[in-house]
């Protein structure tokens, strides 16, 4: 990958990856500031990790085992306590499937 | 004893003056909130402070002592949470407009140690939203100040946790550490803070920044009283499955053994430009006294320290774009009321919802982790994290403890970088690499500028040894106590 490649974003592209929606001042601002930052980065592309494993972890623990027996679950008001929206003790959401 | 000399002692001295009957839980946590309401319309260290509810707990624990039930030493002393780490009941914002009503509908298991240690919980402190920043300047509710100049800021994340310790309104904290976000603000607020090894405290309740480098840790005015909380906390815990299973040792206890002579390294990549002089002066000092105690000094080399950020910002920025998908709108957090469909439900919700530091992070780290782009940027870093690793156990094999100054400068104005993520960035570069390799890490003052700043060094140590580090650092805390000093504030 070239060093072009790397220093610049399509902005439009990763916020709405992210799902997250800018404004216009937003979009203009970060555009400057990530540029920035991902040419910041560059350091790491000449970095040699052939063979390198990645760590994803500093002390990675496998197979951690839990007994597979019922616990107490929460109550119906503690789940639903911080709902934007609810009725019948079921949180509401917008449409998902079409007409 | 009046209130203001109350707010002035160690956590070790009030729980004799508690087992002495010489004062009431009551009395003590009375006093703290005295000083909180003296101080805090300046220092901002709270977000919430439920005073009846501080108060009715201090009359418990009271009791108890009456009826002889104890639960240990630090029953009936008063702490405060950052706010991202949950108590039932109360708020957990995360500094966030998102999280604005949330109650925390179960404890963390922290919370729950601490209660079951019966320390008395009350009040939420501030930080950078979402715990991403280094000043407090990214807290949707205002920042918070730095007692010792209420023109500069507090350190981050945790700068709450920090500034509450250093102005007196707890004698203990809570804060959460993902890059140096403890050990960075109490170096500027003058205060002990310790990051433990990644494993030693459970995670469960602690909303998420990125999940392989947090880990909650203890604020203190002497490493004596992070020992005492650190072993209350520390524990696995079946609810978090990165939890290590291994025993908690007596910290506060152990750090009083005769220390051995041990090998102390200085990386020379951390001793080089940028480095304020005075902060370089009082870390020669620090030097100077551990080679007078009979400790040798010897200079090691950490050759990957200069892409310690890169790699800590991709890592951090792809874990947090991951774990903060969960405030979308739909179950527990604030949500838009001008969306039409359910993808402009996340969109809108999170648009309105996250302050400008959390979008960036986010949309940076969806970028490193996209099609395309994810062996360049996030593979790539979790490559180098391994050769940063590394680095530090080449290290490990010829000295016992990393000494570095914790900052590069002591505490800077407000708004002096908050336009330049980068500046801001760098000012972690001396802490962000041991949360990469995973490493127990402390912050302890060690003096003050000609202006009054605190200035603090870093003692970084061997994974699981805490026991070493916290002893290496009381033995130049007990003799220099300069966290025991107080901001004139009132």
């Not at chain 1, 002390?59 to 119906?76: A, G, H, M, Q, T």
């Not at chain 2, 909180?36 to 707990?57: G, I, P, S």
């Not at chain 2, 991403?132 to 100049?149: I, K, L, Q, R």
């Not at chain 2, 990386?267 to 002066?281: A, S, W």
Request: aromatic letters at 8%; a negative charge; proline letters at 5%.
């Amino acid at each position: 990958m070239n060093e072009s490649e790397t220093n610049s974003m399509d902005i439009d592209y990763v916020s709405n990856l992210a799902r997250i929606e800018l404004t216009v001042d937003e979009k203009e601002k970060f555009r400057g500031q990530l540029g920035d930052v991902l040419k910041y980065f560059q350091k790491l592309q000449k970095v040699d990790v052939e063979g390198v494993e990645p760590t994803a972890h500093a002390f990675p623990r496998y197979n951690v085992w839990d007994e597979d027996s019922p616990k107490e679950p929460y109550n119906i008001d503690q789940v639903m306590m911080n709902a934007p929206q609810s009725r019948n003790n079921q949180i509401v959401v917008p449409k998902v499937v079409e007409d | 004893m009046s209130s203001i000399e109350i707010v002035d002692n160690t956590v070790s001295q009030l729980s004799l003056l508690l087992s002495e009957k010489k004062l009431s839980s009551f009395e003590i946590t009375q006093a703290f909130i005295d000083q909180t309401n003296r101080v805090d319309d300046r220092v901002h260290a709270f977000l919430h402070l439920d005073e009846k509810n501080f108060l009715k707990q201090a009359e418990e624990s009271d009791e108890r002592r009456k009826n002889g039930k104890t639960k240990g030493k630090l029953d009936g002393i008063p702490i405060a949470l950052k706010d991202v780490i949950s108590v039932e009941g109360q708020p957990l914002t995360a500094a966030s407009k998102i999280l604005e009503n949330y109650i925390s509908p179960y404890d963390a298991t922290v919370t729950r140690k601490l209660k079951d240690a019966g320390v008395i919980i009350g009040g939420r402190l501030n930080l950078d939203e979402f715990a991403m920043g280094s000043s407090t300047e990214n807290s949707a509710f205002g920042p918070t100040h730095n007692p010792w100049n209420l023109d500069c800021v507090p350190g981050g994340s945790s700068g709450g946790s920090s500034a509450a310790v250093a102005a007196r309104e707890v004698p203990i904290s809570l804060g959460s550490d993902t890059g140096g976000s403890i050990r960075q603000p109490a170096s500027l607020c003058g205060v002990v803070g310790m990051k433990p090894t990644y494993g030693m405290v459970s995670r469960f309740g602690l909303a998420a920044f990125a999940s392989s480098l947090d880990q909650i840790g203890p604020f203190g005015k002497t490493v004596k009283d992070v020992s005492l909380l650190l072993e209350i906390i520390s524990g696995h815990d079946p609810l978090d499955s990165t939890s290590f299973p291994r025993e908690v040792p007596a910290y506060g206890s152990l750090i009083e053994d005769k220390l051995e002579p041990s090998v102390i390294g200085l990386p020379k990549e951390f001793f080089g430009e940028g480095m304020d002089q005075e902060v370089r002066d009082s870390v020669d000092k620090v030097i100077d006294f551990y080679r007078e105690q009979g400790h040798k000094i010897i200079e090691v080399s950490l050759p990957t320290t200069e892409l310690s950020i890169p790699v800590y910002y991709m890592i951090a920025t792809a874990e947090a774009s991951s774990n903060l998908a969960r405030y979308d709108g739909i179950r527990y957090t604030s949500r838009s009321k001008y969306s039409e469909n359910a993808i402009d439900v996340y969109a809108k919700s999170r648009g309105e919802g996250f302050g400008e530091e959390v979008k960036r992070r986010c949309i940076l780290g969806a970028y490193g982790l996209s099609s395309g782009y994810y062996d360049a940027f996030y593979l790539r870093a979790q490559k180098t994290r391994t050769l940063i690793r590394e680095d530090f156990n080449r290290v490990f094999d010829e000295v016992d403890t990393i000494l570095t100054p914790t900052s590069p400068t002591p505490a800077f104005k407000f708004g002096e970088k908050s336009d330049d993520p980068i500046s801001m960035y760098l000012s972690d570069i001396y802490t962000i690499s041991t949360n990469l390799a995973g490493l127990p890490a402390i912050s302890v003052p060690c003096g003050f500028t000609k202006n009054r700043l605190p200035i603090g060094m870093q003692l970084i140590g061997k994974a699981f040894h805490e026991s070493e580090l916290l002893s290496i650092a009381h033995a130049y805390d007990r003799e220099h106590n300069f966290g025991c000093e107080s901001p004139q504030l009132v």
